[in-house]
């Protein structure tokens, strides 16, 4: 496994090259990261030589309507799955809520389904609602202390009668990795389908959702260097089983059956960019390598994983020594993406604009988690301060916001 090349990646990005950027170290991509190079001139092109209707039948209209179709092609074999099973719509939060609908039409009064307290609100809300129709909504809930849940809990909630089981690969306030894999399994063998919430995943290597078994895996694109679109994976099967949500004529369609306004035709087609990213980064720290996209996929998540593992390792054991801060989920690399929600005296946005002085971009709040963070006894409002980072961070970056944040925090006790 080579060593990944910071220096190289950057400069795939068009923000570390911006002026205005310059000097600042950023640290809340848990909220959406920068775009890589080719998505912006994807998006830049799209609108000033094809901003027609797509699929026209005129030339600029067929081209149009082929960049569309490069995104599904192209992002299909990085996650595991065919073309025809990604849809992409506005937002993760509004792709989950169109599924709930498309769910709960084949469901019936009495039929239950599982969510989480460990979710962002957006994979947990939208089914919690349907107990407003008669369906049977589970909580699993989380270990107050570590935030995380156990599967062994989940057990006990499955029934004859489970349809559903939502859940997030991995949570972003405590940040554990869940055994997506394993989950899955579980809720198989129990007749219920399974619907993963990966945007605080997907950012740190994209996922073989296939290998992992779901039926659904949402995340979004704004947070893995693309435009700012919802990506869901939906399997065919399960595509099959649910209701229309499109107009009734559409319901042939894999692409529009559960995207009942249609996507943006510019970032869907801007999405490719995502994929030429990948292939760049596979190219330079793979030379020679004829990989298909899959064997890609995953070499790039091992390569990502190292290097920000590295760099998450400091930040945790800095954390961990201080007695005034509190750090919510694992405090092992090796167990959590590089999202780190601390506790800290006072509050924490206060802090993050302190933080904001020594140009470390940082936020603080609840960050749609609210259930998770008063279920381990933190105050919503004003809740925790988040840290988060991706691969193009450096280690410079990390030295500098443990030196940002022993600077801030001194000044506190």
């Not at 910071?6 to 920068?34: D, H, I, K, M």
């Not at 929600?341 to 603080?364: F, N, S, Y």
Request: negative net charge.
């Amino acid at each position: 496994m080579p060593t990944l090349d910071t220096a190289f990646v950057r400069r795939q990005f068009p923000a570390f090259s911006e002026p205005s950027l310059a000097g600042w170290a950023f640290f809340e991509n848990a909220g959406g990261s920068y775009a890589c190079g080719p998505v912006v001139e994807r998006l830049h092109r799209f609108y000033r030589e094809t901003k027609v209707q797509p699929y026209a039948p005129y030339p600029v209209g067929e081209a149009a309507g082929a960049a569309m179709d490069e995104s599904y092609a192209r992002l299909a074999p990085y996650l595991g799955v065919t073309p025809d099973e990604v849809n992409f719509g506005p937002s993760t939060s509004q792709n989950t809520y169109v599924l709930a609908h498309a769910f709960r039409a084949g469901m019936q009064p009495g039929d239950e389904i599982v969510v989480t307290n460990q979710d962002h609100e957006a994979n947990t809300g939208a089914w919690r609602r349907l107990a407003e129709t008669g369906i049977v909504v589970r909580e699993w809930r989380v270990d107050p202390a570590t935030g995380q849940l156990d599967p062994a809990d989940l057990a006990g909630l499955l029934g004859e009668r489970t349809r559903l089981v939502a859940f997030p690969h991995c949570s972003n306030i405590v940040a554990h990795v869940n055994p997506v894999a394993k989950i899955c399994a579980m809720a198989r063998a129990a007749g219920a389908r399974t619907v993963v919430d990966g945007v605080s995943y997907a950012p740190h290597g994209f996922p073989d959702v296939a290998a992992l078994g779901a039926d659904i895996y949402l995340f979004s694109l704004y947070k893995t260097y693309g435009p700012h679109q919802g990506l869901m994976v939906v399997r065919s099967e399960t595509r099959q089983a649910l209701a229309n949500q499109s107009h009734y004529f559409n319901a042939d369609e894999a692409r529009k059956k559960l995207v009942p306004a249609g996507p943006d035709h510019a970032q869907v087609a801007a999405a490719a960019g995502i994929a030429d990213y990948f292939d760049t980064l596979h190219a330079h720290h793979f030379p020679g390598s004829h990989a298909a996209p899959g064997e890609r996929g995953r070499a790039l998540h091992d390569l990502m994983r190292a290097h920000e593992q590295a760099l998450l390792a400091p930040l945790l054991d800095y954390l961990s020594a201080r007695n005034d801060v509190r750090v919510l989920g694992p405090t092992r690399a090796s167990e959590r993406a590089p999202t780190v929600a601390v506790e800290i005296p006072g509050d924490p946005e206060e802090t993050a604009r302190a933080l904001a002085g020594h140009k470390v971009m940082c936020w603080a709040g609840d960050f749609y988690a609210r259930r998770l963070v008063e279920a381990m006894g933190v105050a919503p409002e004003p809740g925790v301060l988040r840290l988060s980072f991706v691969h193009y961070t450096e280690r410079a970056e990390v030295e500098r916001l443990i030196a940002a944040l022993d600077r801030v925090l001194s000044t506190k006790t």
